[in-house]
């Protein structure tokens, strides 16, 4: 079991820029994603990386925007997130999972508590 802090969620306008980072403790040896659930919706694939870093997929929505990323001597992951528009509102949770790099939120094995990020228009 691995335990999941996200943190850098805020209130950006429109066309501005975040750093997201989800820090873990427990075991390192799982693939990390970012999910997010907008008011009244259901939650949206954001972006994978793998153990290693070597690979990395992302939702259609945020392609050439946003960056996952992973430092695992520190343990953790980060989403920059740049060009920010309101529709990216919502709240941003990470996930582990150890068999795998991607699939549906049931799939995965542990989960942080989400960090708000709200962009005005």
């Known amino acids: 079991q691995v335990q999941l802090v996200e943190s850098g969620g805020g209130l950006v306008q429109t066309g501005g820029s975040l750093r997201l980072s989800c820090t873990a403790s427990g075991h390192t040896n799982y693939a990390i994603s970012w999910f997010r659930q907008g008011p009244g919706k259901d939650y949206e694939f954001v972006a994978t990386?793998?153990?290693?870093?070597?690979?990395?997929y992302y939702g259609d929505s945020v392609k050439g925007r946003f960056t996952i990323s992973r430092d695992n001597a520190k343990n953790t992951v980060y989403l920059q997130m740049n060009d920010l528009k309101p529709e990216d509102t919502a709240l941003y949770y990470c996930?582990?999972?150890?068999?795998?790099?991607?699939?549906?939120?049931?799939?995965?094995?542990?989960w942080g508590q989400g960090t708000q990020v709200t962009v005005s228009s």
């Open positions: 990386i793998s153990r290693t870093g070597d690979k990395t």
């Open positions: 996930a582990a999972r150890v068999a795998g790099l991607l699939g549906p939120p049931h799939e995965y094995d542990d």
